[in-house]
């Protein structure tokens, strides 16, 4: 399955980037308020709850007695814009309403995507494995009608392996560069998380690169090839793209967090300088320089031209914080990030290991009761990868590789000599004394 619509890729305005999201938990607001547009529930709209009790996505905090009409204080959060758009899942269940959708969404796409053959997108749109999210028009005329279809992308999930696959991707030429593409995208991001979906794959076309990637895909494909390898087709001329979908972020209010952040952090600016940001210092004078090395590049040399700005002292900056802000900081950053790197490579690697299945994801308890009183501290590669992932668990390679062992001595000792389990183990275990190098570069 792949290429979306060329055309999306073309629509310049209301394309958020996902990737700069808020990594503050969030509740999401439950599904609510069926669509009139038929009886089956499975084709029910949607709609997110503005009202629900989910927790705020602003954190400045305030004392208990602190009053409303404090500084710190933010607005109240405005109404969601998205709660506004009809939009619907739509299924191949063989109720009128629903195929009539399926027959909209099905011109759509050939519509959008002439490449494409007819017969392909009218097999994958009306296949009962698949799924397609609609926005539709709320004009009253247009219900019942291919004119109701404002946008679709059908897909197809994999519950079992916790991703989903995009086949098809477009918007109505009369309704372009207005944003739909960005819409659709994050109302189905925020349908994917009650699915347990957390991963999307598609095959992009050139045309539509430029547009997943406003969206949050990567070509990078972190997933391991071991949940998605034999379930979907490689397609030539097309791009493998993917995009992790997490589960507490409210995808359709993104500007609204960014805003949020930027005002908390202004707050604790202001907070901490006092008065010195409303004291306003005339421009730097010609010959502000003079007798200064302005050439160096040095940390030291940097630190001290930008201490020498008046106002900067002022607002509490200091030679150590200037130079730990243009040295230290950023190799402590640079550092960091490279280790998330290479610790999320040697998960991966190990999780491509056909005998690694048995350690990909914790053991239910709820099955197998009697687990906890013989492995004390359980682990696993999903639970690894979510440490990883959080950026505070593991400071070196050696103590990923510590827990690595610590999981196959786990399986050793419960299951004992003599089962697949064990022999996985043993199987594991040679594998990661032959890449043990690895976790000590």
């Not at 097999?123 to 009253?140: T, W, Y």
């Not at 994999?158 to 819409?183: D, H, L, N, W």
């Not at 048995?358 to 690894?384: A, G, Q, S």
């Amino acid at each position: 399955m792949w290429q979306s619509s060329a055309t999306l890729s073309k629509s310049k305005s209301n394309m958020s980037d996902v990737e700069i999201l808020s990594s503050k938990k969030r509740k999401l607001s439950p599904v609510a308020k069926a669509d009139e547009g038929g009886p089956s529930s499975s084709s029910s709209a949607f709609h997110q709850n503005s009202s629900s009790p989910s927790s705020s996505t602003h954190h400045a905090a305030s004392s208990p007695n602190t009053s409303t009409t404090t500084p710190n204080k933010l607005p109240p959060r405005p109404p969601n814009t998205y709660d506004n758009i009809r939009r619907a899942i739509v299924i191949n269940d063989g109720t009128r309403t629903n195929l009539i959708r399926l027959i909209g969404l099905k011109s759509l796409f050939a519509r959008q995507l002439p490449k494409m053959p007819k017969e392909y997108i009218a097999r994958l749109v009306f296949d009962r494995r698949h799924k397609s999210l609609a926005i539709l028009s709320s004009d009253p005329e247009k219900k019942e009608c291919d004119d109701e279809i404002i946008g679709g992308i059908c897909y197809r999930a994999y519950p079992e392996m916790r991703f989903a696959e995009i086949a098809f991707c477009a918007v109505s030429a009369s309704q372009q560069v207005k944003g739909y593409g960005t819409k659709l995208m994050n109302l189905l991001k925020m349908h994917a998380v009650t699915e347990g979906i957390e991963f999307f794959i598609t095959y992009a076309d050139n045309y539509a690169i430029g547009y997943f990637k406003k969206q949050g895909f990567t070509k990078a494909v972190s997933m391991p090839k071991g949940r998605y390898q034999g379930l979907i087709k490689d397609y030539d001329g097309g791009t493998i793209m993917e995009c992790y979908v997490h589960p507490t972020i409210d995808f359709t209010r993104v500007p609204e967090m960014i805003q949020a952040q930027k005002q908390f952090i202004l707050q604790r600016i202001r907070a901490g300088t006092a008065k010195s940001d409303k004291v306003v210092y005339p421009p730097l004078p010609p010959d502000f320089y003079a007798g200064q090395d302005v050439k160096s590049r040095a940390e030291k040399g940097a630190a001290e031209r930008a201490l020498a700005i008046p106002g900067v002292s002022e607002a509490g900056w200091t030679m150590a914080d200037l130079m730990a802000s243009t040295r230290d900081a950023k190799d402590s950053d640079k550092k960091k990030h490279q280790l998330k790197s290479d610790l999320l490579a040697l998960v991966s690697k190990v999780q491509d290991q056909q005998y690694s299945w048995c350690f990909r994801d914790p053991v239910d308890t709820n099955e197998v009761k009697d687990y906890l009183d013989v492995v004390d501290d359980p682990i696993d590669l999903k639970t690894m990868e979510k440490r990883i992932r959080r950026g505070d668990w593991y400071k070196t390679k050696h103590m990923l590789f510590s827990d690595m062992m610590k999981m196959v001595n786990n399986c050793k000792l419960y299951n004992g000599e003599g089962n697949t389990y064990y022999d996985c183990a043993v199987s594991l275990e040679k594998y990661l004394a032959s890449i043990s190098p690895m976790f000590t570069e």
